[in-house]
C-alpha cells in the first residue's frame, strides 16, 4: 500500500509477440501497434475479406494463463456487447487463437484519448468539457441502468474521435473491470482478493476500501474527478504514495475548482 502510485499506474508488462503483417484467426492482417496495456496490446488489423480495419485487443501469453484476466478480459467483450449507446465502442467478435490467446474484435477508431488531449493542450474550454463528460456520462447511464458498473473510469479510456462532420465525439473503451450489479452474472465480482482494481486518483472512497462493494456511485465520483481535471489540468486529490492518497480522499475536501480556475461558473463548480 505504501508503493509509490507512479509504480503502479500506466505501466504494463511487455505485449505479446505479434508483427506487422501477421494474420490473426485467419482473416485479420495486422498493420500497426495502437497500444500495450496490463493484459496485451491493441493493434490495427484490415479484415482480408471486407477490407476494413479494426482494433484488435489481444492477451499476451502468460496472462491468458491466468484464469482471473481471462474472465476480466471476456468481460469487458460481454459487457460492450451489451450497451447499444453510441458512446460505448463497439464489440464485433471474440475468440482465441490458435495458440488459445483470446482477443476481442472492436470497432477502429481514429484520435486520441482524453489523457494525451489534456497532456496536448492543457485545461479545456468550459462549454467543451461538458459536452465531451455528458457524451460519456450518456454511456455510462445505459450501463448503469443495465447494471453494468465501470470501476476504472480516467481520461485515459475516454476516447475522442470525430463524426464526419467534425464534431467531437467520445467514446467510452475498456469495461474490462466491470462489475455486474443486476441480471445475469450479477455478484459474480471479479475481485475475490484484497487486489486493488481501477486507477487509483480516480477512485471513490468506497472502491478504495473494496472493489468488491461499489455501486454505480464509484463512476459518478470518477466522472466528478474527470471534470475536475479536464477543467483545471489537475486531479482534486493528488499525493506520493497509495496511502497517503487513500487517507487524503477518505479524510480532506478538494480545493474548489474555481480556485484553480476563476473563470468556472458557481454552478457548475
Not at 487524503?248 to 478538494?254: A, H, K, L, N, R
Request: proline content about 7%.
Amino acid at each position: 500500500m505504501g508503493a509509490p502510485l507512479d509504480s503502479l499506474v500506466g505501466r504494463g508488462p511487455e505485449p505479446p509477440p505479434v508483427q506487422i503483417g501477421d494474420v490473426l484467426a485467419d482473416k485479420y492482417v495486422v498493420e500497426r501497434m495502437l497500444g500495450v496495456g496490463g493484459m496485451g496490446v491493441v493493434v490495427a488489423a484490415r479484415h482480408m475479406d471486407l477490407n476494413e480495419l479494426r482494433a484488435i485487443k489481444l492477451m499476451r501469453r502468460d496472462a491468458s494463463a491466468d484464469s482471473g484476466a481471462v474472465e476480466r478480459f471476456l468481460r469487458e467483450a460481454r459487457a460492450a456487447v451489451r450497451l447499444k449507446s453510441q458512446h460505448a465502442v463497439k464489440v464485433h467478435d471474440v475468440g482465441r487463437l490458435d495458440s488459445g490467446e483470446p482477443y476481442m474484435v472492436m470497432e477502429y477508431l481514429e484520435g486520441t484519448d482524453l489523457k494525451g488531449v489534456l497532456r496536448s493542450r492543457g485545461p479545456l474550454p468550459i462549454a467543451e468539457t461538458v459536452g465531451l463528460v455528458l457524451q460519456a456520462v450518456e454511456a455510462i447511464a445505459e450501463a448503469h441502468s443495465i447494471g453494468i458498473v465501470h470501476r476504472d473510469l480516467k481520461p485515459g479510456n475516454l476516447f475522442l474521435t470525430t463524426e464526419l462532420d467534425g464534431t467531437p465525439f467520445v467514446k467510452v473503451l475498456d469495461f474490462g473491470i466491470s462489475k455486474l450489479t443486476a441480471g445475469e452474472g450479477a455478484g459474480l465480482d471479479m475481485t475475490k482478493t484484497s487486489s486493488m482494481l481501477g486507477t487509483p486518483y480516480y477512485m471513490s472512497p468506497e472502491q478504495m476500501r473494496s472493489s468488491r462493494q461499489v455501486d454505480a456511485r464509484t463512476d459518478v465520483w470518477a466522472l466528478g474527478v474527470i471534470l475536475y481535471q479536464l477543467l483545471t489540468g489537475r486531479v482534486p486529490f493528488k499525493e506520493e504514495t497509495i496511502t497517503a492518497l487513500c487517507v487524503t480522499v477518505i479524510q480532506d475536501e478538494p480545493v474548489p475548482p474555481r480556485q484553480r480556475r476563476p473563470d468556472i461558473p458557481p454552478e457548475l463548480e
